[in-house]
């Protein structure tokens, strides 16, 4: 079954680091999102991506974030200038349509960022 | 206030046992609503998806409700195994409001 693909699984970074995670959405997928989950928290929508632009993001999605999908298969988060609080796993999601229209959002296993 | 909320935060049953896990949510406009499961320290799976006009799904063992008047969904699972420990996750997606529930931490045990 086909399936979003993230790396790395894990990574550690200083504070002030710039860190990509990338993804590799499902083929036909249309819609791409990322997601964070801090540690005992509940998910936390970041932005969603279509047709080579950002959709829709959250207030959390501020400037030291940004998404690109730099060829027909990559989708990835950049986060610029790291934080402490920028801990947490990043989940990468893509949908084959609108997920408004009820299009089955299929989610990546995750890459855990820890910030030190 | 657009959120979603869920009860009970955990809940603890014996194997074969069903359960019922509850969501109420206030978001407008509503688009729809959807149900995942969530082992630790993995990806969220969709389990349902239910848009205004539906008031029931099912998928297997999971059978998820949809009372659009009173903003409440439940999730019925029947017959718990013990591969059914996990988070659920009650999501509102669609329009610009993505927003999940804190989720039902279930433990099925032996």
């Known amino acids: 079954e086909p399936e979003v693909t993230q790396t790395p699984s894990h990574q550690v970074t200083q504070m002030g680091q710039e860190v990509i995670l990338r993804c590799v959405p499902i083929?036909?997928?249309?819609?791409f999102y990322w997601y964070r989950q801090i540690l005992g928290q509940k998910v936390e929508f970041l932005v969603s991506?279509?047709?080579?632009?950002?959709?829709?993001k959250s207030e959390i999605f501020d400037d030291q974030f940004s998404v690109e999908r730099p060829d027909g298969s990559n989708f990835t988060l950049k986060i610029r200038s790291t934080k402490l609080e920028d801990s947490a796993m990043y989940f990468c999601?893509?949908?084959?349509?609108?997920?408004?229209?009820?299009?089955?959002?299929?989610f990546g296993e995750g890459s855990w960022l820890t910030v030190v | 206030k657009n959120q979603v909320e869920q009860s009970p935060q955990s809940l603890i049953i014996l194997e074969g046992k069903n359960c019922t896990l509850q969501?109420?949510?206030?978001?407008?406009?509503?688009?729809?609503l959807r149900w995942y499961k969530q082992d630790t320290g993995r990806g969220p799976v969709s389990l349902t998806i239910?848009?205004?006009?539906?008031n029931t799904k099912s998928n297997g063992r999971y059978t998820a409700t949809l009372d659009a008047d009173t903003k409440q969904s439940s999730l019925h699972i029947t017959a718990s195994q013990l591969s059914d420990s996990a988070s659920y996750i009650c999501?509102?997606?669609?329009?610009?409001?993505?927003?999940f529930g804190a989720g039902t931490r279930l433990f099925v045990k032996a």
């Open positions: 999601a893509s949908s084959l349509g609108f997920s408004g229209d009820g299009n089955t959002i299929y």
């Open positions: 991506f279509y047709n080579n632009e950002i959709s829709e």
């Open positions: 999501v509102h997606t669609g329009g610009f409001k993505t927003i």
């Open positions: 083929s036909n997928h249309l819609y």
């Open positions: 969501c109420n949510y206030t978001v407008s406009p509503f688009s729809n």
């Open positions: 239910m848009t205004f006009s539906e």
